[in-house]
């Protein structure tokens, strides 16, 4: 019989590695379906012209909501260092090892995103004959070797992943803060998804392009948490297992969600 001063770990290794399986497996299938559907194209279509795309240069999209974003996150990435020694109040049941880990869990989601880019094929919408651009034809990402005659590294979408790289703080907080890893969670993939579609609007990236940042952000992360020893070997608290089901599920959930029908 376990001691009462001995910790319990409700949300084990073994149940964790299949809800966030599952929550993986669930938004690739709902992934693959959106590639299917070709949408892509006719949604790019909403703001792009021969004459371009009228939002590519407005103050909103490009100076707020891209450059002004992008310090934002700066600003809270800096915040998280800070907190590596002095945590946040909600942060205060991780150790040391953990925050850090956060930090480079966010780190690595970034890196992943940027290598694949790098070697991508994929050209970005401004760049379709279409749309005003040198692109003879649109050639879908997953025709990963096939060549559009554009400069390509369009693949994935950089600029949603200033979002989504943050996902790591639901998995840091989901076992000593479920509250506040739920709201992270929702800010995290919101803000993801707003940045996703501002780039559509300025013609820099499809719909697919901000779809798959997300699940790959997701990935890199659901590795990441799982092969370091700072969560394998260390007792979790606060999250029931039938807690840990629910919030689990709204993850899925929120990965089957369709994407927005207004621009902002």
Same mark, same amino acid.
């Given at each position: 019989?376990?001691?009462?001063?001995?910790?319990?770990?409700?949300?084990?290794?073994?149940?964790?590695?299949?809800?966030?399986?599952? @929550?993986? $497996? +669930?938004?690739? *299938?709902?992934?693959?379906?959106?590639? %299917?559907? #070709?949408?892509?194209?006719?949604?790019?279509? !909403?703001?792009?012209?021969?004459?371009?795309?009228?939002?590519?240069?407005?103050?909103?999209?490009?100076?707020?909501?891209?450059?002004?974003?992008?310090?934002?996150?700066?600003?809270?990435? @800096?915040? $998280? +260092?800070?907190? *590596?020694?002095?945590?946040?109040?909600? %942060?205060? #049941?991780?150790?040391?090892?953990?925050?850090? !880990?956060?930090?480079?869990?966010?780190?690595?989601?970034?890196?992943?995103?940027?290598?694949?880019?790098?070697?991508?094929?994929?050209?970005?919408?401004?760049?379709?004959?279409?749309?005003?651009?040198?692109?003879?034809?649109? *050639?879908?990402?997953?025709?990963?070797? %096939?060549?559009?005659?554009?400069?390509?590294?369009?693949?994935?979408?950089?600029?949603?992943?200033?979002?989504?790289?943050?996902?790591?703080?639901?998995?840091?907080?989901?076992?000593?803060?479920?509250?506040?890893?739920?709201?992270?969670?929702?800010?995290?993939?919101?803000?993801?998804?707003?940045?996703?579609?501002?780039?559509?609007?300025?013609?820099?990236?499809?719909?697919?392009?901000?779809?798959?940042?997300?699940?790959?952000?997701?990935?890199?992360?659901?590795?990441?948490?799982?092969?370091?020893?700072?969560?394998?070997?260390?007792?979790?608290?606060?999250?029931?297992?039938?807690?840990?089901?629910?919030?689990?599920?709204?993850?899925?959930?929120?990965?089957?969600?369709?994407?927005?029908?207004?621009?902002?």
């Amino acid at each position: 019989m376990t001691s009462s001063s001995t910790p319990l770990r409700p949300f084990g290794q073994a149940h964790a590695v299949r809800q966030d399986a599952r @929550a993986l $497996l +669930v938004g690739l *299938v709902a992934l693959l379906g959106w590639d %299917a559907s #070709g949408a892509d194209l006719p949604i790019t279509r !909403w703001y792009g012209t021969l004459q371009g795309f009228a939002w590519a240069n407005h103050w909103l999209v490009s100076g707020v909501l891209h450059d002004g974003v992008k310090y934002a996150a700066w600003a809270l990435f @800096a915040v $998280l +260092v800070v907190g *590596v020694w002095y945590p946040l109040p909600f %942060a205060r #049941g991780l150790t040391r090892a953990q925050r850090v !880990w956060w930090l480079c869990a966010i780190v690595g989601s970034l890196l992943l995103t940027n290598l694949l880019r790098r070697y991508s094929a994929t050209s970005c919408p401004s760049q379709l004959h279409e749309f005003g651009g040198s692109v003879a034809a649109y *050639v879908p990402h997953w025709h990963v070797f %096939a060549r559009d005659g554009g400069s390509g590294q369009c693949f994935p979408s950089g600029h949603a992943s200033t979002g989504f790289a943050f996902l790591a703080g639901w998995f840091a907080l989901r076992g000593t803060a479920p509250r506040w890893a739920r709201l992270w969670l929702i800010a995290t993939v919101a803000v993801g998804a707003l940045l996703g579609w501002v780039q559509v609007m300025r013609g820099a990236h499809y719909v697919s392009h901000s779809l798959w940042t997300g699940w790959i952000c997701w990935f890199a992360t659901v590795v990441a948490y799982h092969a370091a020893p700072c969560w394998r070997d260390a007792p979790a608290g606060g999250m029931r297992g039938r807690e840990a089901d629910a919030a689990t599920g709204a993850v899925a959930e929120l990965a089957t969600l369709p994407a927005p029908h207004s621009a902002i």
